[in-house]
């Protein structure tokens, strides 16, 4: 969670179990996920979610994870450039479908088909 006073800005998810998606099991086996990462309106742009990132990058790195990987849907550009700026490069096997997992005021959840790019970062934080 990234913080600003007593209200949350920000929070990023990770996935440490085994990847739902046979693709991601097989190509990166044993590779955490970062599942959400999400920063709120109007702290966008201000690298809350870059420290988000980097925070999540050092407890994977000090759990002995040597890489992680992501999804970014493909209409999120905005995501692609900050991952892509942050040495996230995009993986070889194409695009990929997954399931976004939509989260409601009420606590329901909506599953939706997503079709992501995978984009993979090795952890070399020495």
């Given amino acids: 969670m990234a913080w600003q006073d007593a209200t949350p800005v920000g929070d990023v998810y990770l996935w440490l179990a085994a990847?739902?998606?046979r693709e991601l099991r097989?190509?990166?086996p044993d590779?955490?996920?970062i599942t959400h990462l999400e920063v709120v309106e109007g702290r966008r742009n201000r690298r809350v979610g870059t420290?988000?990132?980097r925070h999540a990058e050092r407890y994977l790195w000090l759990a002995g994870f040597k890489q992680v990987a992501l999804g970014v849907a493909l209409d999120n550009e905005a995501a692609r450039r900050l991952y892509a700026r942050l040495g996230y490069a995009e993986w070889p096997h194409g695009?990929?479908?997954t399931t976004e997992v939509l989260f409601h005021a009420d606590g329901t959840r909506e599953l939706r088909p997503e079709l992501c790019r995978i984009m993979t970062r090795r952890l070399d934080l020495d």
């Fill in 19 to 21: 990847a739902e998606e």
């Fill in 31 to 33: 590779v955490p996920l």
């Fill in 95 to 97: 695009q990929l479908a």
């Fill in 51 to 53: 420290r988000l990132i």
């Fill in 26 to 28: 097989a190509h990166l």
